[in-house]
């Protein structure tokens, strides 16, 4: 379980754990989130061990996975960690289009590719895309690419790990907004959901939860926003 420190990861991780999953749980610089985390999960009954990688390092991917298998083996794999940086066309530097694509992309490539080598038939993997995958952002252009990657990343390593491992992805919406949003635009943003209101990293963790589960369903993308989607 990747970037599971904090927000949506922290939610996600909990879930898992609490249907019998012993979790590897990942992070980078979010140590202390991460002990919280694991704290929760042990209040509850279950296992857990944290793991430090920066994922943006070209070798972490297949070092993490080494040290995760060594563990207790590897059957589950949610690739949550990622950036979002607002970028506007005609700001966009070099280093935050690399830094973007480094971890949102290329590191779950790696993982999975990773994973794949060592997880036994009926594993599953979980990638987390968003909503600017398929929509279009102004400021956050560089962001939905990689979203969009990660979409097709899902489809074509379903495809290429059948039958022995499931790949998915969840795609949320509004279940976690920036913390500099104000609370009119956090209205604005409920009101024009067909749901009328903002989801909650629950949300996603129970959609997670369905596609680590589902034995039958591969190479979907589920999404869980509230309807945003349908408006057009």
């Known amino acids: 379980m990747t970037g ?23 992070y980078n610089s979010s140590e202390a989130g991460a002990e919280e985390t694991a704290s929760r ?58 830094a973007m694509f480094a971890l949102n992309v290329r590191a779950p490539f790696f993982l999975s590719q990773a994973a794949a080598s060592v997880m036994p038939p ?4 979980v990638n987390i ?26 489809r074509a390593l379903a495809r290429a ?3 022995d491992i499931r ?22 943003l409920a009101d024009s959901t067909p749901l009328r209101r903002l989801g909650s990293p629950e949300d996603v963790a129970h959609a997670v939860c369905f596609l680590l589960e589902a034995g039958y369903v591969t190479g979907e993308v589920l999404t869980v926003d509230g309807g945003r989607r349908i408006r057009h």
């Open 4 to 26: 599971a420190g904090r927000r949506v990861g922290r939610a996600i991780a909990i879930a898992v754990a609490a249907r019998g999953a012993s979790i590897a749980l990942h």
């Open 167 to 188: 790949v998915n992805a969840v795609a949320p919406g509004a279940v976690l907004l920036p913390e500099d949003w104000s609370e009119e635009s956090a209205r604005r």
């Open 122 to 125: 009926e594993s599953a993997i």
């Open 41 to 98: 999960i042990r209040e509850s009954g279950g296992t857990v061990k944290l793991f430090q990688a920066d994922l943006t390092d070209p070798d972490a991917p297949v070092s993490l996975v080494k040290s995760v298998h060594d563990w207790g083996g590897l059957h589950l794999l949610v690739n949550s960690a990622a950036v979002m940086l607002r970028t506007p066309v005609g700001e966009v530097t070099l280093a935050e289009w690399e």
């Open 161 to 163: 790990l059948a039958p």
């Open 129 to 154: 895309a968003d909503l600017a995958a398929f929509e279009t952002w102004p400021d956050y252009v560089p962001h939905g690419i990689t979203k969009a990657g990660l979409v097709q990343m899902t």
